[in-house]
């Protein structure tokens, strides 16, 4: 995977411009048989328009799901007070300073688990008894677990949608092999969803695929799988649409990597875990926000070290060879060689993390190109928190999309 590699140049630690990670982690799946620096992120004034919409432009047999087994082979890494000795050591013994330990790993945990949908679906569910079978792929952020994607599973299975979750602890993009473990298992997945895909329901109905990925890390996650889906068009055309949620910079961008694996690290203790504004006020049937206090959370001096840190470590990792062939490879296919589907961008102003102008660039590209594209600017929630922030706009818009997508194969 890779990309055209740059690295901008940085001055004020607490002005970084920040940016989300790679890749997963997956288990082998078996199916059963039937920085951004705050002075880029605008204020918002109470003026200008805080959301902004870019124009149209805004089963699984549910007889049994496998049972995933996370295993993993990472042990604990050893302290490491100097950075010359071991970087991986070093970057994660700054995030132990803090009160919570961020790093604590569970080995018994899963990575990959998939949800059935009730049949049918429930609150007006999208998807009727004799439609086809749909399946979303979850693609979490950085350090995000499967209890951090059940509020979006339930999005779905309540529409009918059956919901596959996956996550990528920061270990294992961080581990020695940089990243060639994830690939792996995000290998695995795909396997397995080109087996889920190449059958039918016991009832002959066909089955689809739906994509919703979760920062830079899930977003090149659904990168890395088209790869492996290049060559095969039959399964490509079975992928319906494709949600991407505070992601979409196609820069590597060592400020921009620093900022994501600094906030997966830290997590609530990051100062990219708060918006730039408070918002004291929601009015969302009017797609509006007021609000009357502005503070900007300054990055703890933890933070700061971790940040300069994390940027010097990819502004050499992100230069090697190998490293940014791969990178360039995945984001190569994300700009050119999508599905003809419909894509969703979410996004926000405030992201500290993801820079919402270069997601907006990539929209822009995206819809030069003739591809569908949906967009719409949350203004005022931090990264991967507009649902949480948003409840009611963010479930809107994905209602939208799915009447979009699913009406697509309700036609074949």
């Given amino acids: ?27 082998s799946l078996k199916f059963p048989p039937t920085l951004h620096r705050p002075s880029l992120c605008r204020r918002v004034s109470p003026s200008s328009p805080l959301f902004v919409a870019f124009p149209n432009v805004v089963s699984i047999n549910p007889k049994c799901f496998a049972r995933i087994r996370a295993s993993s082979s990472i042990g ?41 949908a009730p049949e049918g679906g429930v609150n007006g569910g999208s998807v009727s008894d004799r439609g086809p079978a749909v ?36 270990r294992e993009v961080l581990w020695i092999d940089l990243g060639r473990r994830v690939e792996k298992r995000i290998a695995e ?8 895909l190449s059958e039918t329901e016991n009832d002959g109905r066909e089955r689809h695929l739906l994509f919703h990925t979760f920062s830079n890390t899930g977003w090149f996650a659904y990168g890395a799988i088209l ?32 900022a994501g694996f600094s906030a997966a690290l830290l997590k609530k203790n990051s100062s990219s ?12 049937s009017k797609s509006k926000v007021d609000s009357s206090k502005v503070q900007e959370k300054e990055p703890l001096i933890i933070e700061t070290m971790l940040l300069s840190v994390l940027e010097f470590f990819f502004s050499v990792i992100l230069r090697l060879p190998d490293v940014n062939r791969r990178l360039t490879k995945i984001i190569s296919i994300l700009s050119k060689n999508q599905p003809p589907c419909s894509q969703l961008y979410l996004y926000s102003t405030a992201d500290k993390v993801i820079p919402y102008h270069s997601v907006e660039m990539f929209i822009n590209e995206q819809m030069r190109m003739g591809k569908k594209v949906r967009s719409f600017n949350f203004g005022l929630s931090p990264h991967v928190d507009h649902y949480r922030t948003f ?22």
């Fill in 135 to 170: 399946t979303v792929v979850l693609l979490g952020w950085l350090g995000a677990k499967p209890k951090h994607l059940r509020r979006y599973v339930d999005l779905y299975t309540s529409r009918g949608i059956h919901a596959v979750t996956f996550v990528v602890p920061v």
């Fill in 227 to 258: 790869d492996h889906l290049q060559g095969r068009p039959e399964l490509m055309e079975k992928i319906k649409g494709c949600v991407v949620d505070s992601g979409g910079d196609p820069e590597i961008n060592p400020q921009v990597w620093a």
């Fill in 273 to 284: 875990a708060y918006s730039l504004v408070e918002v004291t006020e929601r009015n969302e």
């Fill in 1 to 27: 995977m890779e990309a055209s590699f740059r690295i901008f140049n940085s001055s004020a630690l607490n002005r970084r411009h920040l940016s989300a990670s790679l890749l997963n982690k997956s288990t």
């Fill in 76 to 116: 604990p890494f050893p302290p490491c007070p100097s950075p010359n000795s071991n970087p991986f050591g070093f970057l994660l013994s700054l995030s132990h300073s803090h009160s919570s330990p961020p790093l604590e790993f569970d080995s018994n945990e899963k990575v990959l688990e998939w949800n059935r």
């Fill in 189 to 196: 997945m795909t396997q397995e969803l080109v087996s889920w």
């Fill in 391 to 412: 409840p009611n706009l963010y479930s809107s818009e994905i209602h939208n999309f799915l009447k979009e997508c699913l009406a697509e194969v309700k036609k074949m």
